[in-house]
């Protein structure tokens, strides 16, 4: 059976300091909350039993059931509880009210997808497989933080560049087409799409 494959737009959010509200307690709402957290955003965490972790975390807590309210002034709202009715209302209101909505239990009724990243040195990758498969977003990510670049290495690749940039025309041209051989063997690419 074939699926068709979602078209996702492919981007990294400035939203340090924005508000999130997840809804939900359990595993799942743990995990959004600490990548919320992660990317600098304050997070409110409305469910009415929160999993014991959440106590560690600098997240504000309302333990009760969700509210329409809630999703007011919030920049994302994650709808992540065990009750698909509750998860369906919150990402419908938080859609009326123009928040980007992820939604745990159907992505395809949220806006907003988690892909899976990784991170090395400052170069960050995320991974999405356009469907539900998460096994293989995690495996490729596993595939791709092998062959990021060193902290070392990203800052000789940075000060080539930036010195390539300052030559005369020819050798910018030679310098940085010498970087790109450089870079594209650091990363496994010998030889391959070269130009």
């Known amino acids: 059976m074939l699926h068709s494959v979602s078209v996702l737009l492919p981007v990294f959010l400035e939203l340090r300091g924005e508000s999130a509200l997840v809804v939900g307690g359990g595993a799942v709402a743990l995990r959004r909350a600490a990548t919320l957290l992660d990317a600098g955003l304050s997070v409110m965490v409305v469910a009415p039993e929160l999993h014991p972790n959440f106590a560690q975390m600098s997240v504000q807590t309302a333990q009760r059931d969700y509210r329409r309210g809630d999703v007011a002034g919030q920049r994302i709202v994650v709808a992540a509880t065990d009750n698909p009715v509750v998860n369906d209302a919150v990402a ?11 939604h ?7 806006s907003l997808r988690f892909a899976a990243t990784t991170t090395r040195a400052g170069v960050q990758v995320a991974v999405s497989s356009g469907r539900e498969l998460p096994m ?3 495996a490729l990510t596993e595939r791709i933080a092998e062959v990021l670049p060193t902290q070392a290495q990203l800052d000789g690749w940075t000060a080539r560049r930036e010195e390539a940039v300052t030559l005369e ?21 010998h030889g391959r799409g070269a130009a």
């Not at 938080?94 to 909505?101: D, H, K, Q, Y």
């Not at 745990?104 to 949220?110: L, S």
């Open 169 to 189: 025309p020819d050798a910018k041209a030679a310098a940085l087409a010498e970087l790109r051989a450089d870079i594209r063997a650091g990363v496994g690419l």
């Open 136 to 138: 293989l977003t995690q």
């Open 104 to 110: 745990a239990g159907h992505a395809g009724q949220g």
């Open 92 to 102: 419908a209101d938080a859609r009326a009210a123009g928040a980007l909505v992820n």
